[in-house]
């Protein structure tokens, strides 16, 4: 696997690296020692799957607090999405900024996410998939979310006309600082 850091710290992607022969290839999208070579949480305890119908979904901006802080990989499996993460974290140099990536099915590219990011994406194809892997177990009294749409990060979805987004998710106050 190749990791790249992004432009927010600790935050990386990950490309898979196929061995090919004429039947296709096959690729490693998961290796404890390889993760923790990097520094990175390998201690995954829960997988997810979500399924968007339409193009245009919009999920997110979500995030756990401490200290049930989630560490996410994320790979979409089907269709594509806009992934978005913004660093929570007030002591990080890239405090409130964000950083997107396209992720589809035939790109199979990855995202590490650190605890103390909020995480969304817009599907971009109707039918899409994305599966997570999660280093803590889902703990409703500390999952928070950010305004998708908030101004104080102005994130440009590819998509502005006909977004479906849980009621939920459009609730979402703005962020304060």
């Not at 997988?47 to 193009?55: E, G, L, M, Q």
């Not at 660093?87 to 590490?112: C, E, G, H, Q, V």
Request: glycine fraction near 6%.
């Amino acid at each position: 696997m190749d990791f790249s850091e992004t432009v927010l710290k600790g935050a990386y992607t990950i490309d898979a690296e196929p061995i090919e022969d004429e039947r296709g290839f096959f690729a490693r999208t998961w290796c404890k020692r390889d993760f923790e070579s990097q520094g990175l949480s390998s201690d995954l305890v829960q997988c997810s799957i979500s399924f968007n119908r339409k193009r245009g979904t919009i999920r997110g901006m979500h995030y756990q607090v401490y200290p049930y802080e989630e560490v996410k990989l994320v790979r979409c499996t089907k269709g594509a999405i806009f992934d978005v993460i913004i660093d929570l974290r007030p002591y990080s140099k890239t405090y409130l900024d964000w950083f997107s990536i396209l992720l589809t099915a035939d790109n199979r590219s990855m995202l590490y996410i650190p605890g103390g990011f909020a995480h969304g994406f817009q599907t971009l194809e109707d039918n899409t998939e994305i599966f997570y892997q999660m280093n803590e177990y889902h703990h409703s009294e500390s999952s928070r979310g950010i305004k998708w749409n908030d101004k104080a990060f102005n994130i440009k979805w590819p998509i502005n006309k006909r977004i479906t987004i849980s009621e939920k998710d459009e609730d979402y106050q703005e962020f304060e600082k």
